[in-house]
């Protein structure tokens, strides 16, 4: 296992996403190869998925100089909106929450940790660009900047705002991230890297899923004592029998004041198969804004307008929004994955 460059100077905070927010960041694609016949489609849904984050907040883009024109006819513009930044870099992909910053607070100084990225256990041999992502985002934002040679993608874990992580043991455990880690080291990396105070390790993630597991399809808190839990009722659902216990493993959890957390069921959408296999898609790889919580969708209104019921409930005062994902999940990811969100400091 690898050991941090350097360990933070203070105690870290890691907030909850649903913290108030300066920006969301996205990256632009620009690779042919991995779109094969739907990039226009791809970009044609982001440049949309841009302007619709930019009604709620500003909206921070990596995207090379060279693609721009690309991206303002996909928008159907001249110029980005005033709200919409765009950065001079260019990404190997564009799931942004996975090599962007973990961002935290130090004392109440936003600071940009930076962890070790390797395309989830070296599935792709081009990742150095998205490696060198969060250096880039710290210099341009001034922001201080803590470096760890740990692998850790942003996917991978949950906070509450409040020193508890929810993740998986078969992503922060599997020996293509960091070679062979304990639970108990993976947690002191956690506490000086992140400030956790307690880990919920639940056992796994999706079927289908490229990450080996990612815990934004399965877990996500929405309070501090509540969590949003994935859930297929089908006993013949390939995700059934980890689902259940990822649930078993957080009922026998508690907060670090001893009380039990509230569960919240969101299904899972019935199966969705392409060229033969199994696509981890999942209702819960939302993207939550200021004002708004944007909602993958997937071709079956009949689901979404429960699942909607679902979040609404769990984020009041937020507009529930559905955005069209069938394209963008057939590389793996969705919203979440998309997105790295921007804490605002405290004034």
Request: overall charge negative.
């Amino acid at each position: 296992m690898s050991a941090p460059l350097k360990e933070p100077i203070g105690g870290l905070r890691f907030p909850a996403e649903w913290a108030p927010q300066d920006a969301v960041w996205f990256a632009w694609p620009t690779s042919e190869e991995l779109w094969p016949g739907c990039l226009p489609r791809i970009r044609s849904q982001l440049a949309a998925l841009y302007l619709l984050a930019a009604r709620y907040q500003p909206v921070c883009v990596l995207c090379p100089t060279s693609a721009r024109a690309e991206l303002f006819k996909h928008m159907g513009k001249e110029r980005p909106p005033s709200n919409l930044q765009l950065f001079d870099y260019q990404t190997d992909d564009i799931w942004c929450r996975d090599f962007g910053p973990l961002f935290c607070f130090e004392a109440s100084t936003l600071t940009a940790t930076d962890w070790g990225f390797n395309a989830w256990g070296n599935k792709f041999s081009l990742y150095q660009r998205d490696a060198a992502a969060t250096a880039f985002i710290a210099e341009h934002l001034a922001l201080p900047h803590h470096t760890y040679r740990t692998v850790l993608e942003g996917g991978a874990i949950e906070s509450n705002g409040a020193g508890v992580l929810l993740t998986t043991e078969a992503v922060l455990l599997n020996p293509n991230r960091n070679g062979p880690v304990s639970h108990s080291a993976m947690e002191s990396i956690l506490a000086k890297g992140l400030g956790a105070d307690q880990v919920i390790w639940l056992e796994g993630g999706l079927a289908g899923d490229d990450t080996d597991g990612h815990i934004d399809n399965i877990a996500r808190f929405f309070s501090e004592d509540g969590i949003l839990l994935a859930a297929a009722e089908d006993p013949s659902d390939p995700n059934h029998a980890v689902l259940m216990e990822n649930r078993r493993r957080i009922e026998k959890s508690s907060t670090p004041t001893g009380r039990p957390f509230r569960i919240v069921d969101l299904p899972l959408p019935r199966p969705i198969r392409h060229k033969g296999g199994l696509l981890a898609a999942s209702y819960l790889n939302f993207l939550v804004l200021n004002d708004a919580v944007i909602v993958p969708t997937y071709g079956r209104p009949d689901e979404t307008a429960r699942v909607a019921e679902i979040l609404s409930e769990c984020y009041p005062g937020r507009e529930i929004i559905g955005f069209d994902c069938c394209d963008i999940i057939l590389e793996g990811g969705a919203l979440h994955c998309l997105s790295q969100n921007q804490p605002r400091p405290a004034d």
